[in-house]
Structures are given as C-alpha cells and as structure tokens.
C-alpha cells in the first residue's frame, strides 16, 4: 500500500489527533531543578550568563525550591559555591558547611521535595578541579576518590535524598556505596553522572558556580566529546559499581549517546540539559530570535525522545508551569 490509500497526515490534522498519537510526553515529575548556593542570607546574585538564574543564598535558595516544588517539580539538584576554598575541599567535608547547611535547611522547610546533592571537589578546592592535584598538575584520582566517598557521606548525613558524584573520577561509585552503607545509609540512591564530556557548554555554570579549573582543563577525566563506545563502557562501570541512575550530560549535542545508554542499562537515565544549552536558547529569545517557550520544549521533548527518563534543566520551574496552563 502506498500513496493515494496511504496518508500518514490523517492523524495529524488536529488537535485531539495528535495529542492522541504522540509519542513522547514531557511532565513535571521528569524534571530536576538545579540550585546554587552561596554564603549569607538574602542573597539572590544574578548569573550574568544565565539570565533567570541566580546564586542564592540558603534562605532564598528554600524559597526557590518552594516555587517548584509548587509548580510541581519534585526534585533539586544543590550545587554549593563556599567562600572558603582550599586544596582539601574542607569545606564539601565540614557537617556545618555551606552545603550540608543547604540540605538540612531545604529538607526541614520542604520534606516531600527530594534534595539531590551534587559531589564534586571542584567547588571547593582553590585550583578549581574536581580532585586533588598533585605537584606537577596531575589528577590523584585515588585519593581524590576516598574524599568524594566522604563528601558524600557527608551530605546523606544532612539529610540528601541521592548523592550526585560529578567528578568522573574512576571508582567512585563503589566508593561512595561502600561509604554510605558502611554508615547506615544503604537507602541513599546514587545518581552518577556516567558519562559526563569535556564540553564548552559548562562556561556558564562555572560563573554560577564558582568552579572554573585555575589551571589547565578537565580533559584527564571528563570524556572527550567524540567518543561513544567509551561513553557505554564508562555507564556499564557505573551501575556494576552501584549506580542507582545514570547520567548523561551535556544533553542535546549527545542525544545518540542517551538512546544507546537507554538501550544498553535498565536503570533509569536521566540527562542533564547544561548551562551553555539553557543560555544559547535565552540568548536568541531575549534577542527576539526565537519563540523560547516552543523551543525548550522541542530541545527537552527531543531528550525525552532519545530515551531520557529524567531531566536536570534550569527552564524545570518554567516548563512546569507551562505545562500546567496547557
Ligand atoms: C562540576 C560540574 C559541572 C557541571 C555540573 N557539575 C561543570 C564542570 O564540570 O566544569 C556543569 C553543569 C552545567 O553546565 O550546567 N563538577
């Protein structure tokens, strides 16, 4: 059969049509919101590259995920940018640190919303890197490793719903597992940012959060964009290690990597829409270039489409939102 008898623009010619035969549904309990937290209170420092997107303090940063929460997204990914940074990460290992306080803080104010604590050194340490440097500028990924898994345990201590490790240092994930059920905390799920690339779209983030490497770049342990076999070896790894869920990240530019990471894993896949995605499509929408509304929902439906489950994305207030006055 073919073409006159066969018209694949019948189901498409109205409304109720296509809502009835779409395939991908986007809905607010797919989405992550991420959260950057600074020192003080009553801060709410706009991320110049990032318009919408502010460094708050822990204060703001509880009203902030009240909004969500309320538009109804269930979940927070906490980034924290301490004012005091050195090359232990004292600060990500402090019980009364600026993240630890966050967590604690978001929890008592909010219980039903989940609080995903991103781990990473970079936020932390003085030079920047997401593990400890040793002379001479090389990753120590070992030692870098035993940290993580105690930055880790530190935020399930305050009370984190998941542990987010961002670092991509190898071995983490038993690390952190190992840590956290050695303490009582076998029921904290680990989110692992699986397979995270060495990518140009984190430029904004690092202004929001304060982690742009002092020296040289992260090529030593985030993936090199052009590989995708690694990209599954890395994720096998991972849920082997433990992983609870699997991230992908960047999202768009990576979107043949999240189906065969979907295809490959049965845990559940969560993408991670980054800084430089959300500014490109705010940059052309404050210019009047583009409807921003049709397009984030085209750039998350499409992530969908590619087999994500979940997404981390800074537009997840706004798409609830959306969503709802549909
Ligand atoms: C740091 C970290 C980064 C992001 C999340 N965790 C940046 C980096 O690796 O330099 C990027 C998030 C974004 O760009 O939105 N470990």
Redesign the pocket.
């Known amino acids: 059969m073919s073409f006159p008898s066969v018209r694949p623009r019948r189901t498409r010619q109205s409304d109720p049509w296509r809502r009835m035969v779409r395939e991908t549904r986007l809905a607010p309990d797919q989405l992550i919101y991420?959260l950057f937290v600074v020192p003080g209170s009553g801060v709410r420092r706009p991320v110049t590259s990032m318009p919408g997107i502010c460094q708050l303090s822990v204060d703001e940063a509880v009203t902030e995920a009240r909004s969500a929460l309320d538009a109804g997204v269930p979940a927070v990914l906490l980034?924290a940018a301490p004012a005091r940074k050195d090359e232990k990460a004292s600060a990500a290992l402090d019980p009364s640190g600026l993240a630890a306080e966050a967590i604690a803080a978001l929890k008592t104010a909010c219980p039903q919303l989940l609080v995903w604590a991103?781990v990473?050194l970079?936020g932390a340490t003085d030079h920047g890197h997401?593990g400890h440097v040793l002379p001479g500028g090389v990753i120590d990924n070992d030692s870098s490793v035993r940290t993580l898994a105690e930055v880790a345990l530190n935020y399930a201590r305050a009370g984190a719903d998941a542990v987010a490790p961002?670092?991509m240092m190898d071995g983490r994930v038993q690390a952190i597992r190992r840590a956290l059920d050695r303490d009582g905390f076998a029921m904290t799920p680990i989110v692992s940012?699986a397979a995270?690339f060495a990518s140009a779209?984190?430029g904004?983030?690092?202004e929001a959060?304060e982690?742009a490497p002092a020296f040289g770049d992260?090529r030593s342990y985030?993936m090199d964009p052009a590989n995708g076999r690694e990209a599954l070896r890395e994720v096998r790894l991972d849920v082997e290690e433990g992983a609870d869920l699997v991230m992908v990240?960047p999202a768009g530019p990576y979107l043949d990597v999240i189906r065969q990471v979907r295809d490959t894993v049965e845990v559940p896949v969560v993408a991670?829409q980054?800084?430089?995605e959300?500014s490109l499509i705010k940059a052309a929408a404050e210019r009047g270039w583009i409807d921003e509304p049709a397009a984030v929902m085209e750039a998350l439906t499409g992530i969908r489409r590619a087999g994500a489950d979940l997404i981390i994305t800074?537009y997840a207030r706004d798409v609830a939102r959306w969503l709802r006055s549909r």
Do not use: E, I, M, T
Request: aromatic letters at 30%.
């Open positions: 991420p980034f991103d990473c970079c997401c961002s670092d940012y995270k779209f984190y904004p983030f690092r959060a982690s992260r985030q990240k991670y980054v800084s430089g959300f800074y």
